[in-house]
């Protein structure tokens, strides 16, 4: 009798384990957070994938950990829509600029954003658009933020073991979910961002646009 | 640690239970029994390593005066000053912010003290060792030794939301020389229990809570919700909870399972009953247990006149809601069921038995009705929603829905039903989230519990026909497909784990 309950277990443990990979190769080939380097393009520009502002906190740590910039602009969404991406060709033509600015940023996460790039590769200039609401004592960090995937803690010490998010890219229903939706094609997407974190269009009708 | 987290299922789970057998092969079932208590004390830890000393005094104090009892020293005054110091602590730690805020409020003070943190799990783990204490005065335990007495109390399945044990039920079955031995049908049978509850609280409760919280905090900021919309939200806070806490419990059943343990059962379809008190049989069923034996009765229960009857059960009912949480809600809720309690009895005195559907849809809505300040934060939201249940806010029904009305919305408009871009208070309502919550009745109201399906294969402590069900073609075996289905629902949970949530009973 025992021997069919063994069956099973072996059963259950073959079928989830595949079901496991299948998914995370899956997530792998269509990279719905732009983070494995595939190449999506929209309009002959080469961009990120379309999900990637449906994860902005984690997209914009791993886009500055891989992109390596030595200028960095922060702020919310009023300095993520309000930048154009001409900007940095037009004012800042020997830098390496990434836009890391996302909606509802905190003061906390700048600090903490502006530490993990700083550990990335060391920073020139920083840019940083500022909202009263950044400083309310009670506006807690946003949900997707996470200091396990930041290079480094509050002290400056390395960290961040990387875990958390081949988890989140890898293995989870978000992933499953947007792999399925970036199939369906870049053109129903109106948030388009570039691999230096400027939005492709979109950006607001602010004094910033060129 | 959850048990709906990473860490809890591939890295501790995995290790306790290698560790566990491997000991327990070679015949050290002492040394295995201490590795599960320090295994369990160490998953208690996790939160908040300072909750473990609170555990461990309480063990350390109700072992030693349960030996105190038990050899003989049959002093009434030492139980009743146990109870008491359990009790103290229970109410220092759960009640005392409550008390004072209620001071406050009543004598207009300003008293302000340090907010005491809860330590997760003490409603659990005190009841327990308050019904050990009292079975021990009462002779009716065995002599215990103290690593058995610490596994009842931590063992890590049952330790931070029930169910609430007995010790009945959990000692023997330790001092089994069986359970040290690897039973691959144990192990099998624990593991689909736990992907069944793990797939109802990750998919369908998690599923329902972004309805849930909307719509409460909508209440809360003084929004009327409507009819439809109030009704709505205090069905899918229904079965949030359910799916929750019922998850929960399978989880629990299944982990210990594995172990080679069998848990006494905490739910049996309750939103199926016809009447309040069979709900009351098939909601949270250690409570209910534990409410019954060890309040109600002592109380008196029905041996001293119907009057004092009526007195207990509301008592043991507003104690109950008590039990949950320090606050006037919970109070309201006990009340509430009380009072349901007292008319179902008062009605079954004379003989008139209505047909089922109505005796059923009939305690679904009171059901319903009470959840309201279970869940709500305030007495205004509470207020709100149970103003729009009763149609005072209005009637408005998603526009989407006139398609499927042949004519009828017209005569609807006519008798002040609106037709709006829904609720308009509760965002957009989609088709598609009612064919979700339409998923969610079927399993909730129609579909086999976990123990039902289970029922081959004794997934409970309790006898099979208290919770039998007659459709055997769905009954669980080990076959491929059955398998296969698991395994896909232990995927999909394991998935939506990046959206990790707590369980809603953690807080009581």
Same mark, same amino acid.
């Given at each position: 009798?025992?021997?069919i309950f063994f069956a099973y277990s072996r059963r259950f443990f073959i079928i989830s384990t595949l079901l496991f990979c299948l998914s995370a190769v899956f997530c792998y080939v269509i990279d719905p957070f732009s983070v494995y380097g595939r190449v999506?393009?929209?309009e002959g520009m080469v961009v990120n994938s379309p999900a990637f502002s449906s994860q902005i906190q984690m997209g914009k740590a791993i886009g500055i950990k891989q992109y390596k910039p030595d200028t960095l602009i922060f702020g919310s969404s009023r300095?993520?829509?309000?930048?154009?991406p001409k900007i940095p060709k037009k004012f800042l033509v020997n830098n390496k600029v990434?836009?890391?600015a996302y909606p509802g940023i905190t003061i906390y996460e700048i600090l903490r954003y502006f530490q993990h790039a700083n550990a990335s590769a060391p920073l020139k200039e920083v840019f940083i658009g500022l909202d009263f609401f950044q400083f309310h004592g009670s506006h807690r960090p946003n949900k997707g933020f996470s200091e396990e995937r930041l290079a480094v803690d509050f002290n400056n010490k390395p960290s961040g073991s990387g875990l958390k998010d081949l988890q989140s890219t890898l293995i989870s229903g978000d992933a499953l979910f947007y792999s399925f939706k970036a199939l369906t094609g870049l053109g129903k997407w109106k948030k388009v961002y570039l691999p230096n974190g400027f939005k492709t269009k979109g950006y607001g009708e602010g004094w910033l646009i060129l | 640690m959850l048990f709906n987290s990473y860490i809890f299922i591939f890295v501790f789970l995995p290790i306790v239970l290698v560790g566990f057998y491997t000991i327990g092969a070679k015949s050290h079932h002492r040394i295995a029994s201490s590795w599960l208590v320090a295994a369990s004390l160490f998953f208690y830890g996790w939160w908040n390593p300072a909750y473990l000393s609170i555990i461990i005094i309480s063990m350390l104090f109700n072992y030693a005066v349960g030996t105190a009892l038990s050899e003989k020293i049959k002093s009434k005054t030492l139980l009743i000053t146990a109870i008491a110091i359990n009790l103290l602590a229970l109410v220092y730690y759960k009640y005392f912010n409550f008390f004072i805020d209620s001071i406050n409020v009543l004598a207009d003070t300003d008293i302000h003290l340090e907010k005491i943190v809860l330590p997760l799990a003490i409603s659990f783990f005190t009841f327990q060792q308050i019904a050990y204490l009292i079975d021990t005065y009462r002779g009716e335990t065995r002599e215990y030794n103290f690593l058995s007495y610490c596994l009842?109390?931590?063992f890590f399945p049952q330790l931070i939301a029930g169910p609430i044990v007995h010790h009945r039920e959990m000692l023997p079955q330790f001092a089994k020389n069986s359970l040290y031995k690897l039973n691959y049908r144990h192990l099998v049978i624990g593991l689909s229990i736990f992907t069944l509850g793990f797939f109802k609280k990750a998919i369908l409760a998690d599923g329902t809570s972004e309805y849930v919280n909307l719509s409460f905090s909508l209440a809360a900021s003084d929004v009327p919700l409507t009819f439809f919309a109030a009704w709505a939200s205090s069905l899918c806070y229904a079965f949030q909870l359910y799916f929750d806490f019922s998850g929960y419990s399978d989880m629990a059943i299944g982990l210990a399972r594995m172990f080679g343990i069998v848990l006494p059962m905490n739910f049996n379809s309750p939103y199926k009953a016809k009447n309040i008190t069979i709900f009351w049989r098939r909601w949270h069923m250690t409570l209910s247990r534990f409410l019954r034996d060890y309040l109600y009765i002592p109380l008196g229960g029905n041996r001293k006149g119907k009057v004092r009857q009526l007195i207990n059960l509301m008592l043991t009912m507003v104690l109950g809601g008590l039990w949950h949480g320090a606050g006037w809600n919970f109070a309201i809720w006990g009340f509430l069921h009380g009072a349901f309690l007292i008319i179902h009895n008062m009605w079954s005195q004379l003989g008139i038995k209505l047909p089922k559907l109505i005796s059923w849809w009939l305690t679904i809505s009171a059901v319903l009705f009470a959840w309201v300040p279970f869940r709500a934060n305030s007495l205004e939201a509470t207020l709100n929603l149970w103003q729009g249940m009763l149609g005072m806010n209005g009637f408005l029904l998603p526009k989407w829905t006139t398609h499927f009305m042949f004519g009828l919305d017209s005569w609807l408009v006519t008798?002040?039903?609106?037709?709006?871009?829904? &609720?308009? =208070?509760?965002?957009?309502?989609?088709?598609?989230?009612v064919l979700w919550f339409v998923f969610l009745f079927i399993i909730a109201f129609l579909m086999p519990n976990?123990?039902? &399906?289970? =029922?081959?294969?004794?997934?409970?402590?309790?006898s099979r026909n208290q919770y039998t069900n007659t459709r055997q073609t769905l009954y669980w075996k080990p076959t491929l497909s059955w398998s296969i289905l698991i395994s896909v629902l232990f995927v999909c949970s394991t998935l939506s784990l990046t959206r990790i949530s707590e369980f809603l009973y953690f807080q009581f």
């Amino acid at each position: 009798m025992n021997h069919i309950f063994f069956a099973y277990s072996r059963r259950f443990f073959i079928i989830s384990t595949l079901l496991f990979c299948l998914s995370a190769v899956f997530c792998y080939v269509i990279d719905p957070f732009s983070v494995y380097g595939r190449v999506y393009v929209k309009e002959g520009m080469v961009v990120n994938s379309p999900a990637f502002s449906s994860q902005i906190q984690m997209g914009k740590a791993i886009g500055i950990k891989q992109y390596k910039p030595d200028t960095l602009i922060f702020g919310s969404s009023r300095t993520d829509s309000g930048f154009s991406p001409k900007i940095p060709k037009k004012f800042l033509v020997n830098n390496k600029v990434y836009n890391g600015a996302y909606p509802g940023i905190t003061i906390y996460e700048i600090l903490r954003y502006f530490q993990h790039a700083n550990a990335s590769a060391p920073l020139k200039e920083v840019f940083i658009g500022l909202d009263f609401f950044q400083f309310h004592g009670s506006h807690r960090p946003n949900k997707g933020f996470s200091e396990e995937r930041l290079a480094v803690d509050f002290n400056n010490k390395p960290s961040g073991s990387g875990l958390k998010d081949l988890q989140s890219t890898l293995i989870s229903g978000d992933a499953l979910f947007y792999s399925f939706k970036a199939l369906t094609g870049l053109g129903k997407w109106k948030k388009v961002y570039l691999p230096n974190g400027f939005k492709t269009k979109g950006y607001g009708e602010g004094w910033l646009i060129l | 640690m959850l048990f709906n987290s990473y860490i809890f299922i591939f890295v501790f789970l995995p290790i306790v239970l290698v560790g566990f057998y491997t000991i327990g092969a070679k015949s050290h079932h002492r040394i295995a029994s201490s590795w599960l208590v320090a295994a369990s004390l160490f998953f208690y830890g996790w939160w908040n390593p300072a909750y473990l000393s609170i555990i461990i005094i309480s063990m350390l104090f109700n072992y030693a005066v349960g030996t105190a009892l038990s050899e003989k020293i049959k002093s009434k005054t030492l139980l009743i000053t146990a109870i008491a110091i359990n009790l103290l602590a229970l109410v220092y730690y759960k009640y005392f912010n409550f008390f004072i805020d209620s001071i406050n409020v009543l004598a207009d003070t300003d008293i302000h003290l340090e907010k005491i943190v809860l330590p997760l799990a003490i409603s659990f783990f005190t009841f327990q060792q308050i019904a050990y204490l009292i079975d021990t005065y009462r002779g009716e335990t065995r002599e215990y030794n103290f690593l058995s007495y610490c596994l009842f109390v931590t063992f890590f399945p049952q330790l931070i939301a029930g169910p609430i044990v007995h010790h009945r039920e959990m000692l023997p079955q330790f001092a089994k020389n069986s359970l040290y031995k690897l039973n691959y049908r144990h192990l099998v049978i624990g593991l689909s229990i736990f992907t069944l509850g793990f797939f109802k609280k990750a998919i369908l409760a998690d599923g329902t809570s972004e309805y849930v919280n909307l719509s409460f905090s909508l209440a809360a900021s003084d929004v009327p919700l409507t009819f439809f919309a109030a009704w709505a939200s205090s069905l899918c806070y229904a079965f949030q909870l359910y799916f929750d806490f019922s998850g929960y419990s399978d989880m629990a059943i299944g982990l210990a399972r594995m172990f080679g343990i069998v848990l006494p059962m905490n739910f049996n379809s309750p939103y199926k009953a016809k009447n309040i008190t069979i709900f009351w049989r098939r909601w949270h069923m250690t409570l209910s247990r534990f409410l019954r034996d060890y309040l109600y009765i002592p109380l008196g229960g029905n041996r001293k006149g119907k009057v004092r009857q009526l007195i207990n059960l509301m008592l043991t009912m507003v104690l109950g809601g008590l039990w949950h949480g320090a606050g006037w809600n919970f109070a309201i809720w006990g009340f509430l069921h009380g009072a349901f309690l007292i008319i179902h009895n008062m009605w079954s005195q004379l003989g008139i038995k209505l047909p089922k559907l109505i005796s059923w849809w009939l305690t679904i809505s009171a059901v319903l009705f009470a959840w309201v300040p279970f869940r709500a934060n305030s007495l205004e939201a509470t207020l709100n929603l149970w103003q729009g249940m009763l149609g005072m806010n209005g009637f408005l029904l998603p526009k989407w829905t006139t398609h499927f009305m042949f004519g009828l919305d017209s005569w609807l408009v006519t008798h002040n039903v609106a037709f709006g871009g829904i &609720l308009q =208070q509760v965002g957009s309502v989609k088709l598609v989230d009612v064919l979700w919550f339409v998923f969610l009745f079927i399993i909730a109201f129609l579909m086999p519990n976990t123990q039902q &399906l289970m =029922q081959r294969y004794r997934p409970v402590f309790e006898s099979r026909n208290q919770y039998t069900n007659t459709r055997q073609t769905l009954y669980w075996k080990p076959t491929l497909s059955w398998s296969i289905l698991i395994s896909v629902l232990f995927v999909c949970s394991t998935l939506s784990l990046t959206r990790i949530s707590e369980f809603l009973y953690f807080q009581f």
